[in-house]
């Protein structure tokens, strides 16, 4: 059973959602959140599977408020919703550590989809768009000066593991991995799996960000 708490200040908005989640078998509403304060509060108390945040409510916001839930340290993992189609929105609430967004229109079974797959711990952004999405605010990212070397952050990962992270990256599939590099597709998770736990990212999404961030891929 995957426990889901609702974080969006508009009641109507919530009631659908409920409705929806209350639908199905394997979901339970662990709560309700009308704002980002109440939603950080609530997860440190009720501690849910997944939380649906809506990114504008008043007082603190969904992307302030995904910043702290994860930043706790918790299971808890993120959906952001946004109302309209803003990657700005998007990107700001993958850096704060959401595993995936999606607009508050998806049909529902994309959003029940979302939510099982943040769920199983798999990052709600198909890989290409994950690419476009980094590359068009990849500017965004801290401006610092050239290094003169590899980051040293990439020092845990071995060569084929950054391969792979390079690849991961560039929007490529596990399949795809597997066949551009003649490795087998579960060596290709056997390799995602270590460079997620090297390098502390929550997802596939993350290890992207992390890849931006050192530099290891650079924008066209």
Do not use: C
Request: charged share 25%; hydrophobic share 45%; net charge neutral.
């Amino acid at each position: 059973m995957t426990s889901v708490l609702i974080a969006d200040d508009h009641a109507l908005q919530r009631f659908g959602f409920r409705m929806l989640l209350e639908s199905q078998g394997d979901m339970a509403v662990a709560g309700e959140a009308g704002g980002g304060a109440e939603a950080v509060r609530l997860v440190a108390e009720l501690r849910p599977d997944v939380v649906l945040m809506d990114v504008r409510m008043p007082g603190l916001d969904g992307i302030e408020a995904t910043r702290r839930i994860t930043a706790a340290g918790g299971r808890t993992r993120v959906l952001i919703l946004t109302t309209f189609d803003l990657d700005e929105y998007a990107f700001a609430g993958l850096r704060a550590g959401a595993s995936g967004f999606l607009v508050k229109d998806a049909l529902p079974d994309e959003l029940l989809a979302g939510i099982r797959a943040v769920a199983s711990g798999e990052a709600v952004v198909a890989p290409a768009l994950t690419r476009r999405l980094i590359e068009r605010y990849a500017h965004l990212l801290p401006a610092r000066s050239e290094p003169a070397g590899p980051d040293p952050r990439l020092a845990v990962l071995t060569d084929r593991e950054r391969e792979v992270l390079r690849a991961v990256a560039l929007g490529w599939t596990n399949g795809e991995i597997a066949d551009r590099m003649h490795l087998a597709e579960s060596t290709v998770k056997t390799h995602i799996g270590r460079i997620l736990g090297k390098t502390g990212a929550r997802d596939r999404v993350q290890a992207v960000i992390f890849a931006y961030d050192t530099r290891l891929v650079r924008p066209n």
